[in-house]
């Protein structure tokens, strides 16, 4: 190699794994690009991937980074080590902040932070309406020109189905996604936990599964009217599934997620009345959850993302009706999908990856393919290494996470942004 | 037992004992002077985050009778909504030294919580629409001494009528009843029915008024109007209450009960004065010596009846 050469990384070993297949190789890194794939490659730096998967960063669809305005909970610094650690080179912020993202300032704002940070791409969306206020719409063309992809009131739905139709149709040709957190408000007024026999016996006030599903019924219909895509933040019953899968055989341009703990815990963890179970969809049944897991494998939900909601210990050390809900989940999701999801990795991988990275509008630069010339963002994990989380060794701000005590299988040990090392060995380097 | 949460942590050994405890804790109650040093040096604490005079009064005098010491913490709700956090509350309080918390909480699971946040004992004295174990003790004590019960409930037809949903009464009562071996029939508007109820359940009193054995009314809130559960009091107390008709419609010996405070003309209609089968006012005397036997039961030597 010539002096004049910029330093090269050599990721040796592993198994490259990206859209077009998986195979043994090395990876070289220079100047924050791939520039060769093959066997026996040398560099400056050699990370060794033996036993481990090579693979396109992760990309988070759906995390509350909580800057500005929840700094306590979260900052985009906290937050976004808390996603390079789990395996991400790009979140999607969640525009639910104080002030709400509706604006230049604060998408502005919300992407200087993250270049800052510099864990990893930080993405930010704005709200469809006006302080999530559910009446006037946000300025989407002005939020486009400033790079924002996908557009939601993410913590509340658009109640309104004239408001509703009128954003898709001026969302037309914008090259933006609208994304719905579909809950009717009237019919989860006062609710705590999933509507069903845990709630009737624990005398906590209930959460309707057709709260979620008529909401989502009403959008498929609006898209068909519309012909605008969207996409349907965090599906939790089984009845939602259903409903995607027929769009999705209508030919309609939808797109769906689902988070990791509504793909392995229901309702019956909430039986001790600790509040770090309390979420928004709400935890539902077995059945829920295995309908979620068919629908990851069969390909009707597109991504796994995580509604990271970091929330201050006191908070939920309230009464169980008062705690806000939410729990975090940047750090624990590829381990908690490769523990419950009985499927391929690489269809593991597609929902953690290229799938979401082709929702949020990055596939240029995030989700592969892992060849010369691409980005070189790249997570390596090895998908066997069982461990536990160890809440005060968490990036998070918070701690309200629903996993302490819980084997995981699947850790991520390195994290490439860039080119730059932002994780080694499991540890964030920033 | 460490806390009395709900009626589901209770074995059928456990009734048992805390109703022959209760036996003598009622005999202690006849006496001209009614106080045994059972707890003396004692501390109770009772923490009560929603008002209910009657449950206050009743296991403060408890205490008292057992020769415990009381410490009333009647906090408000705003207070606590200010920014104290329920955390901060409970280990203030139990580092004054408290060997029992005794609470009442509008929020289902409060007890369950401060459980995780002191080492004293924690007796459920009513939390949300979840549970109110000594309710469902006293009542059971009271079935038991009315109809000569001491061996369980087998055969007995449990009926309870009015807002299910919404009551941790209601969830307690039947749950224990049905544990003693009683049948269980819960009788209410779809709307005021969990969602799914634990029990066989209908919405037709007059259809099984003749087959009851205890016939336990529950207080129907006023505010369900307005949330649209039913269309008012008047179609309530026509379809659900107990009328002079349904009244004389019922079997010889039925026991008519009620957790108080009663909606006069709402529930019920029918002076309970002039019910033969109603032990309304038993059900308050003997929560008495239930909860003595409970707080005994809890922190006393264990002696007396073990």
Same mark, same amino acid.
């Given at each position: 190699m010539s002096a004049t050469s910029p330093l090269s990384t050599v990721i040796a070993n592993g198994r490259v794994l990206d859209a077009t297949g998986e195979?043994?190789?090395?990876?070289?890194?220079?100047?924050g690009r791939i520039v060769e794939v093959g066997a026996g490659l040398d560099g400056d730096t050699v990370v060794d991937a033996s036993g481990c998967i090579v693979a396109p960063g992760f990309v988070d669809l759906h995390a509350h980074l909580r800057e500005p305005g929840g700094e306590q909970a979260e900052t985009i610094e906290s937050g976004s080590r808390a996603a390079a650690k789990g395996g991400y080179t790009a979140v999607v912020a969640m525009p639910n902040t104080d002030p709400t993202a509706d604006h230049r300032a604060v998408v502005d704002l919300v992407r200087l932070r993250g270049e800052a940070a510099a864990c990893c791409d930080v993405l930010p969306a704005a709200s469809i309406t006006i302080g999530r206020a559910g009446v006037e719409l946000s300025p989407f063309g002005e939020l486009a020109a400033a790079g924002v992809r996908l557009f939601t009131d993410d913590g509340t739905g658009v109640q309104d189905p004239l408001l509703m139709r009128r954003a898709?149709?001026?969302?037309?040709?914008?090259?933006?996604?609208?994304?719905?957190?579909?809950?009717?408000?009237?019919?989860?007024?006062?609710?705590?936990?999933?509507?069903?026999?845990?709630?009737?016996?624990?005398?906590?006030?209930?959460?309707?599964?057709?709260?979620?599903?008529?909401?989502?019924?009403?959008?498929?219909?609006?898209?068909?009217?519309?012909?605008?895509?969207?996409?349907?933040?965090?599906?939790?019953?089984?009845?939602?599934?259903?409903?995607?899968?027929?769009?999705?055989?209508?030919?309609l341009p939808v797109t769906a997620e689902v988070a990791p703990h509504h793909l392995c815990l229901t309702d019956e963890a909430?039986?001790?009345?600790?509040?770090?179970?309390?979420?928004?969809?709400?935890?539902?049944?077995?059945?829920?959850?295995?309908?979620?897991?068919?629908?990851?494998?069969?390909?009707?939900?597109?991504?796994?993302?995580?509604?990271?909601?970091?929330?201050?210990?006191?908070?939920?050390?309230?009464?169980?009706?008062?705690?806000?809900?939410?729990?975090?989940?940047?750090?624990?999701?590829?381990?908690?999908?490769?523990?419950?999801?009985?499927?391929?990795?690489?269809?593991?991988?597609?929902?953690?990856?290229?799938?979401?990275?082709?929702?949020?509008?990055?596939?240029?630069?995030?989700?592969g393919p892992i060849e010369p010339g691409r980005a070189a963002n790249l997570v390596v994990f090895d998908p066997d290494e069982r461990w536990q989380v160890v809440p005060g060794r968490l990036a998070s701000r918070s701690r309200n996470t629903p996993y302490v005590g819980i084997d995981l299988r699947g850790r991520v040990r390195h994290t490439f942004l860039r080119g730059d090392h932002v994780v080694a060995d499991g540890e964030a380097r920033r | 037992m460490k806390h009395l949460l709900s009626v589901d942590d209770l074995t059928l050994d456990d009734v048992g004992r805390l109703m022959e405890l209760s036996d003598h804790m009622a005999e202690v109650n006849q006496r001209?002077?009614?106080?045994?040093?059972?707890?003396?040096?004692?501390?109770?604490?009772?923490?009560?985050?929603?008002?209910?005079?009657?449950?206050?009064?009743?296991?403060?005098?408890?205490?008292?009778?057992?020769?415990?010491? =009381?410490?009333t913490f009647a906090v408000s709700e705003?207070?606590?909504?200010?920014?104290?956090?329920?955390?901060?509350?409970?280990?203030?309080?139990?580092?004054?030294?408290?060997?029992?918390?005794?609470?009442?909480?509008?929020?289902?699971?409060?007890?369950?919580?401060?459980?995780?946040?002191?080492?004293?004992?924690?007796?459920?004295? !009513?939390?949300?629409? &979840?549970? &109110?174990?000594?309710?469902?003790?006293?009542?059971?004590?009271?079935?038991?001494?009315?109809?000569?019960?001491?061996? !369980?409930?087998?055969?007995?037809?449990?009926?309870?009528?009015g807002d299910i949903k919404h009551s941790r009464v209601a969830r307690s009562v039947s749950r224990l009843f049905a544990k003693l071996g009683a049948r269980v029939t819960f009788v209410a508007p779809t709307t005021?029915?969990?969602?799914?109820?634990?029990?066989? +359940?209908?919405?037709?009193?007059?259809?099984?008024?003749?087959?009851?054995?205890?016939?336990?009314?529950?207080?129907?809130?006023?505010?369900?109007?307005?949330?649209?559960? =039913?269309?008012?009091?008047?179609?309530?107390?026509?379809?659900?209450?107990?009328?002079?008709?349904?009244?004389?419609?019922?079997?010889?010996?039925?026991?008519?009960?009620?957790?108080?405070?009663?909606? +006069?003309?709402?529930?019920?209609?029918?002076?309970?004065?002039?019910?033969?089968?109603?032990?309304?006012?038993?059900? =308050?005397?003997?929560?008495?010596?239930?909860?003595?036997?409970?707080?005994?039961?809890?922190?006393?030597? !264990?002696a007396v009846a073990r």
């Open positions: 195979r043994v190789a090395d990876v070289r890194i220079e100047a898709l149709e001026y969302a037309s040709g914008l090259d933006i996604v609208l994304a719905q957190h579909c809950e009717v408000a009237r019919l989860t007024e006062g609710a705590v936990m999933h509507e069903g026999t845990c709630c009737s016996r624990l005398g906590v006030p209930g959460w309707p599964a057709i709260a979620e599903e008529l909401m989502l019924f009403r959008d498929i219909e609006l898209v068909r009217l519309t012909g605008t895509p969207m996409h349907f933040l965090h599906l939790s019953t089984a009845r939602s599934v259903e409903l995607v899968r027929a769009a999705k055989a209508d030919g909430l039986a001790g009345f600790d509040p770090v179970y309390k979420v928004n969809p709400p935890l539902r049944t077995k059945g829920d959850v295995a309908a979620l897991r068919a629908g990851v494998a069969d390909g009707t939900i597109d991504a796994i993302a995580t509604d990271h909601a970091p929330h201050p210990p006191a908070s939920k050390e309230r009464p169980l009706d008062r705690a806000p809900p939410g729990m975090l989940g940047l750090e624990t999701a590829l381990g908690v999908a490769l523990s419950v999801l009985d499927m391929p990795v690489a269809d593991v991988v597609a929902a953690l990856s290229w799938k979401p990275a082709a929702i949020a509008g990055v596939g240029d630069r995030h989700g | 001209a002077n009614p106080k045994v040093p059972a707890l003396r040096g004692t501390t109770v604490c009772n923490l009560f985050f929603e008002s209910s005079t009657r449950t206050r009064l009743s296991f403060e005098t408890a205490t008292r009778r057992l020769s415990g010491d =009381v410490m705003s207070s606590v909504n200010k920014g104290e956090s329920l955390r901060d509350t409970i280990e203030t309080v139990a580092a004054m030294g408290v060997d029992a918390f005794v609470v009442r909480h509008g929020s289902s699971g409060v007890p369950q919580q401060v459980c995780r946040w002191t080492s004293a004992s924690v007796v459920n004295a !009513g939390d949300g629409w &979840h549970s &109110h174990p000594t309710q469902a003790l006293l009542d059971a004590y009271t079935v038991r001494t009315e109809l000569g019960r001491n061996t !369980g409930f087998d055969g007995l037809h449990l009926v309870v009528v005021l029915l969990p969602v799914d109820p634990e029990f066989d +359940h209908t919405a037709d009193l007059d259809g099984l008024i003749g087959d009851v054995d205890v016939l336990y009314l529950l207080r129907m809130q006023h505010e369900r109007m307005s949330e649209a559960l =039913v269309p008012n009091l008047g179609e309530y107390t026509t379809r659900f209450g107990l009328t002079p008709e349904r009244a004389r419609r019922l079997r010889e010996g039925a026991l008519v009960m009620h957790p108080g405070p009663m909606n +006069h003309g709402v529930e019920i209609t029918v002076d309970p004065a002039e019910l033969p089968g109603a032990v309304i006012g038993h059900q =308050v005397s003997n929560g008495v010596a239930v909860r003595m036997a409970v707080l005994f039961d809890l922190l006393g030597s !264990g």
